[in-house]
């Protein structure tokens, strides 16, 4: 969850949308952090327990995956594809959101049950 959380604050809170921070060395920088975290991702969801179910872990992986395309991005036009960089990464952001919470349930569960 830690990784999840570092981007969900990188986007919300660093670059919050502002236009003006997308040029290097912080662009580089915000992309750069987008695919190691990403990667980071893929070992997490590669070598999960057994015990944890396959829908979390692909949803960990999608995460992963548009992480990687949010790195990959780039800048033809100042309007078009800024717009496209937003969504793809407020995107993200829902998704994130949506497994914190499904991360929150199955913890709740596994310790009810224990």
Request: with cysteine.
């Amino acid at each position: 969850m830690t990784k999840l959380i570092e981007f969900k604050t990188l986007w919300t809170s660093v670059y919050d949308g502002e236009h003006e921070k997308l040029v290097d060395p912080f662009l580089a920088d915000l992309k750069n952090k987008s695919v190691i975290i990403g990667s980071q991702l893929l070992v997490i969801a590669s070598s999960a327990p057994s015990n944890v179910p396959s829908e979390l872990v692909h949803r960990l992986v999608e995460i992963a995956v548009k992480l990687s395309e949010l790195g990959r991005a780039r800048y033809i036009d100042e309007g078009k594809s800024v717009n496209t960089f937003d969504k793809l990464g407020n995107c993200i952001i829902t998704l994130i959101d949506e497994t914190i919470e499904q991360i929150k349930a199955q913890s709740a569960t596994s310790d009810n049950s224990g």
